[in-house]
T-cell receptor, first 109, second 117 residues
Framework: QKEVEQNSGPLSVPEGAIASLNCTYS??????FFWYRQYSGKSPELIMS????GDKEDGRFTAQLNKASQYVSLLIRDSQPSDSATYLC?????????FGQGTELSVKP | GAVVSQHPSRVICKSGTSVKIECRSL??????MFWYRQFPKQSLMLMAT?????????EQGVEKDKFLINHASLTLSTLTVTSAHPEDSSFYIC?????????????FGPGTRLTVL
């Protein structure tokens, strides 16, 4: 299986700022991408899915996909301390979700 | 999103005993469920894919006789850790894909934290 890469962080942003999380993938055949949020000691929670090139917005979250560059990102606007968690990027390959190692985000009050 | 439940949420057992973990899709039917394991500060590791009415498909390096998976119905899959040892202590998470909308979104249960003494 091919890889999904994320910066492990930690990424620290002040409250109210925009947090930018990045992910690259190596399988050009991947068509489906997901962002999950995982709080410490909890299971992952799906926050965004994206299937087409461009931006997809849902509340304070915007996912961006660029298949030519094999790049997926997640922007969190107006970051809140409650957004502090590990964010997992995943691509669907051969019917299986392949996860990156996760980026730890810390939002400071 | 779709709801996946898991039971128990936490279990402590003695070395050598077997532990069964249940995973249920509550508001949809899941022909395929997935079992993951996660160690502290690490990402999720897929252990096996559970298919309703057929044998599970295990990932390389996962002992199928050690981790027994049964997918008896469209809403229930079970993972049994047989003859558990301290190195099996981990966070076990099941997941299911909701295909009702025609997409591939996958939802996770709350996880089971297994501690083997």
């Amino acid at each position: 299986q091919k890889e999904v890469e994320q910066n492990s962080g930690p990424l620290s942003v002040p409250e109210g700022a925009i947090a930018s999380l990045n992910c690259t993938y190596s399988d050009r055949g991947s068509q489906s991408f997901f962002w999950y949020r995982q709080y410490s000691g909890k299971s992952p929670e799906l926050i965004m899915s994206i299937y087409s090139n461009g931006d997809k917005e849902d509340g304070r979250f915007t996912a961006q996909l660029n298949k030519a560059s094999q790049y997926v990102s997640l922007l969190i606007r107006d970051s809140q301390p409650s957004d502090s968690a590990t964010y997992l990027c995943a691509s669907l390959q051969g019917g299986k979700l392949i996860f990156g190692q996760g980026t730890e985000l810390s939002v400071k009050p | 999103g779709a709801v996946v439940s898991q039971h128990p949420s936490r279990v402590i057992c003695k070395s050598g005993t077997s532990v069964k973990i249940e995973c249920r899709s509550l508001d949809f039917q899941a022909t395929t469920m997935f079992w993951y394991r996660q160690f502290p500060k690490q990402s999720l590791m897929l252990m096996a894919t559970s298919n309703e009415g057929s044998k599970a498909t295990y990932e390389q390096g996962v002992e199928k006789d050690k981790f027994l998976i049964n997918h008896a119905s469209l809403t229930l899959s079970t993972l049994t850790v047989t003859s558990a040892h301290p190195e099996d202590s981990s966070f076990y998470i099941c997941s299911a894909r909701d295909r009702r909308q025609g997409y591939n979104e996958q939802f996770f249960g709350p996880g089971t934290r297994l501690t083997v003494l």
